[in-house]
């Protein structure tokens, strides 16, 4: 039995599920918009920007997502799920493949840039942390499991260094980090890329190596430096 803590969802999105091949995104100077900045408004923010680079998965401008926290009986740790635009609802995210990496087989993401549908899952069940106990500052790495829709074929993004899926090889987790504390634990987290920098111009964002899979057929569609920043706020 899961037990859900939901907190009130952001703006609906108006923006069209196609592609969109813009200034400040893919590791281009400049872009940013709304979420290029620190922010305390409660939800998950997305943030589109870092360091002056745009964010290789970034928000759709409509302000921040709804998420909840996860639990599963006898199951150590927790889930930080966001977003609800695979299950009902109308948002999206903007997804840039602008860092492929070569794994020996073919990177074939059906889209370069594209704002879509999207659902986000910070995995923590998996390596037994509980974000909800995490002291102010603590870190912990834990996957990150993005998914969507596109042409209507079903993707999966896993930020993972030990997917659950036959791979050649596996990725890199996402870092979780609490922010900041009260009495009933901890209250804001930031989510954030864990691997090494990876340059396409002079982008000094740090990126996680993820592995792109058909969600139908978790056939492995490639691998990708991913970028992202995600500030998620009780």
Same mark, same amino acid.
Request: charged share 20%; glycine share 14%.
């Given at each position: ?68 926290? @996860?639990?599963?009986?006898?199951? &150590? ?5 966001? $977003? =609800?635009?695979? !299950?009902? /609802? #109308? ?90 504390? @009260?009495?009933?634990?901890?209250? &804001? ?5 864990? $691997? =090494?920098?990876? !340059?396409? /111009? #002079? ?32």
């Amino acid at each position: 039995m899961k037990i859900k803590y939901a907190v009130a969802c952001g703006a609906i999105s108006l923006l069209m599920a196609v592609p969109l091949f813009a200034q400040g995104k893919g590791g281009k100077p400049g872009g940013g918009g709304g979420g290029g900045g620190e922010t305390t408004a409660k939800g998950a923010n997305i943030r589109d920007a870092a360091n002056g680079y745009g964010l290789y998965i970034a928000s759709d401008g409509a302000g921040a997502y709804s998420f909840s926290i @996860d639990t599963t009986a006898g199951v &150590s740790g927790s889930d930080i799920v966001m $977003g =609800a635009g695979l !299950y009902g /609802g #109308s948002r999206k995210a903007h997804f840039t493949f602008a860092e492929s990496w070569d794994w020996g087989g073919e990177n074939s993401a059906p889209f370069a840039e594209a704002v879509i549908p999207g659902h986000f899952v910070l995995k923590c069940t998996r390596r037994g942390v509980d974000v909800r106990t995490m002291s102010a500052g603590a870190t912990a790495l834990c996957p990150l499991v993005s998914q969507f829709d596109y042409n209507g074929v079903p993707y999966r993004l896993g930020t993972n260094a030990d997917s659950q899926h036959e791979v050649p090889l596996q990725g890199e987790d996402a870092e979780v980090q609490c922010t900041a504390t @009260d009495r009933k634990g901890c209250k &804001s987290w930031q989510i954030r890329a864990s $691997g =090494a920098p990876t !340059y396409v /111009g #002079s982008d000094p964002n740090p990126k996680s190596l993820s592995i792109l899979f058909n969600r139908n057929t978790n056939e492995v569609l490639g691998y990708y430096r991913m970028s992202f920043l995600i500030d998620v706020v009780k």
